[in-house]
C-alpha cells in the first residue's frame, strides 16, 4: 500500500535519522525525531533528540517537505527536558527500533521509565501470526498511517487502526525503578 499522495514525500520513523528541522524561526539538528501518539493514531507530540543540547518536546506533529522535516513552531516552543512529567508521556505510544532511550543523555531516570513501555519495538503476534514492527509511517496531517511489520518470512503488511488496538497489542508494563 502506498501511502503518499501525489508529490507527498512519505514520513517514517526510519528516515527520521539526523534530520534538520525547520522551525518558523529557525533550523534544529537532530540525532532523532520521534513522534509519540495516542490510542487513536494522532500524533500528540514530537520529541527532538538535539546535537549538542538536551531533548525537547514540541507539542505538534512533523511533516516533510522535500529534503527537510517541518513543524510549524517556534524555537522558543521547545519544552525543555526539566519540564517534561513522566505520566504525560505514559499513555502515549512511539516507536524506536535503536532504544535510543536507553542511554540518551539529559533526561531524569524518571522519564526514561515513562517512555520505555511506550516503545512498540517488540514482536506481537495477531490471529497466530507473530509480527515484527519494521517501520511506522505518518502522514502529513499529523496521524499513524501504518505501523509496518513482517513476518518470519519477511512478508510485509501495513497496519492500521482498524487492524490494531495499540493498547491491546502492546501493554504497558511498568519498568522497575533502578
Known sequence: M??????DVELTQRS?????????????LTKYVFPFWD???NVALTL?????????ILHLPASVEQDHVRIPARLR???PVERWKPEQLRHLFHYDPWWVFRGIGGVPDSVKRAVHPTNISKPFTLHKHHWKVHDVAFD?????????????VFLRRDFTAADLDLEATWPKVATPKG
Do not use: C, H, M, Y
Not at 502506498?2 to 508529490?7: A, H, K, Y
Not at 527520521?16 to 534544529?28: A, F, I, S, Y
Not at 527532538?48 to 525537547?56: A, E, I, Q, T, V
Not at 502529513?140 to 518470519?152: H, L, S, T
Open 140 to 152: 502529513p496531517g499529523g496521524r499513524v498511517n501504518a505501523i509496518v511489520a513482517k513476518n518470519e
Open 16 to 28: 527520521l535519522v539526523n534530520r534538520r528541522v525547520r522551525l518558523t524561526d529557525g533550523d534544529v
Open 48 to 56: 527532538l533528540d538535539r546535537f549538542g543540547s538536551p531533548p525537547s
Open 2 to 7: 502506498d501511502l503518499r499522495g501525489e508529490g
Open 77 to 79: 516552543d521547545q519544552e
Open 39 to 41: 490510542r487513536e493514531w
